[in-house]
């Protein structure tokens, strides 16, 4: 199903429409439409003069403490209330760890569409991975599971091509494991794993976002020497308890968790970000901003992690 994009807009101050072509492909949410309503329509965010600088988003929660729960994988919690609330969740995976492996969501074969919806704990349950993260933009919002759904951009699975690339940026993983941050026109040659986001966050360690809109995020980096994959959520739409970032922002964390390259995926009512719970059950690590704050958005495509367990509880 196509998209319909707006015809053309101007950034306040009279900044160039080319620069305002880059903050509508840096936006990490776009309003979704119903299945009745149609296809999800991408719009530019509104300008805000009063954004702080990316350094007060990030520079109060220093240091960042990472705790390991399964081989290859930390996990971190942590808030800040400057410049507002905001409470962060994050994944950082040893691709080289024994047992890790991903898989992104599998077509649905000869079903309509691209994929069946799920939400994120849904997926993690159905194909017993141990952490999940939602991943690109798509068409229509689901009704209930199963639902069909295209994909906007790149959807591989274990190399199966489904979905092709577009004009977004996209995180691929080769068949052993090596994790990348591929711009477009993106080549999947040498990728056994990949999914599309928005436009690429960080470029070797410049932060190519834009002060738009708060919103929840979610996004994908990889560290300067390729040893970990980071997977982040910044919770949003939560007055006093979490307030979004812009796409700068995130950028900013992003680079602050220790990302080289990261990737902005479909936030907002999307962002979820879940692992394997001690009990064997899903564990929702943030707070999807719903409606209500809590429940979960049923989404086209997921990328998942599989690994073996500590030695002891996690």
Known sequence: ????????????????????????????????????????????????????????????????????????????????????????????????????????????????????????????????????????????????????????????????????????????????????IARAPVDTRKAWNGLSGYRALLVRGTNRGTRDDLHPRSAVGVSRDGRHLLLMTADGRQPGYSEGLTTAETAGWMKQLGAEDALNLDGGGSTTLVIEGRDGKPEILNRPSGPPPGRERRVANHLCVFAQPLSGPH
């Not at 691709?95 to 994120?120: C, H, M, Q, W, Y």
């Open 1 to 180: 199903m196509m998209v319909s994009l707006p015809g053309g807009f101007l950034r306040h101050g009279g900044c160039l429409i080319a620069a305002a072509i880059g903050l509508y492909l840096g936006l990490g949410e776009a309003p979704m439409a119903s299945a009745a309503q149609g296809p999800r329509a991408l719009t530019p965010p509104a300008m805000s003069a009063a954004t702080p600088a990316v350094s007060d988003a990030v520079g109060s929660t220093l240091p960042l403490a990472w705790t390991p729960i399964f081989r290859g994988i930390e996990r971190l919690e942590t808030s800040s209330s400057t410049p507002r609330p905001l409470q962060i969740r994050a994944l950082r995976i040893d691709p080289r760890a024994s047992g890790i492996d991903f898989l992104v969501t599998p077509s649905n074969g000869a079903e309509p569409k691209d994929v069946g919806a799920r939400s994120a704990t849904e997926f993690l349950e159905e194909f017993r991975c141990q952490a999940a993260i939602n991943g690109s933009v798509f068409d229509v919002y689901a009704q209930q599971r199963g639902d069909p759904m295209d994909i906007l951009g790149l959807s591989l699975s274990r190399g199966q091509r489904y979905s092709p690339p577009n004009r977004w940026d996209a995180l691929l993983i080769s068949r052993d494991r090596r994790a990348w």
